[in-house]
């Protein structure tokens, strides 16, 4: 899986916002913040990852366990498919 084409991150003021480009201006009706965690999420799947890849990139980022990892990864993907993200 990977972002959809037509978003890209960008850092405003501090904070991470999901900004649509493009034809995707037209029909993106919402503002994204992502907080750090996010962010590195989102930037790993700015070229396709599977899960299992984004764990591995997680666990090398941040001193977390596993489980707590596989949850906070669950709930992004389950956001970022609910907005419509990925592909």
Same mark, same amino acid.
């Given at each position: 899986?990977? #972002? $959809?084409?037509? +978003?890209?991150? $960008?850092? #405003?003021?501090?904070?991470?916002?999901? =900004?649509? %480009?493009?034809?995707?201006? =037209?029909? &993106?009706?919402? #503002? %994204? /913040?992502?907080?750090?965690s996010?962010? +590195? *999420?989102?930037?790993? *799947?700015? /070229?396709?990852?599977?899960?299992?890849?984004?764990? $591995?990139? +997680? *666990?090398s980022?941040?001193? %977390? @366990?596993?489980?707590?990892?596989?949850?906070? %990864?669950?709930? &992004? *993907? /389950?956001?970022?498919?609910?907005? @419509?993200?990925?592909?």
């Amino acid at each position: 899986m990977r #972002i $959809k084409d037509g +978003f890209v991150l $960008k850092e #405003i003021a501090g904070v991470n916002v999901v =900004v649509p %480009i493009a034809s995707q201006m =037209v029909s &993106f009706k919402a #503002i %994204i /913040s992502l907080n750090e965690s996010g962010a +590195f *999420l989102w930037k790993q *799947l700015e /070229s396709e990852k599977t899960e299992e890849e984004l764990l $591995k990139a +997680f *666990l090398s980022e941040y001193d %977390i @366990d596993e489980a707590t990892a596989l949850t906070d %990864i669950a709930e &992004f *993907l /389950s956001n970022m498919k609910k907005a @419509d993200l990925l592909v």
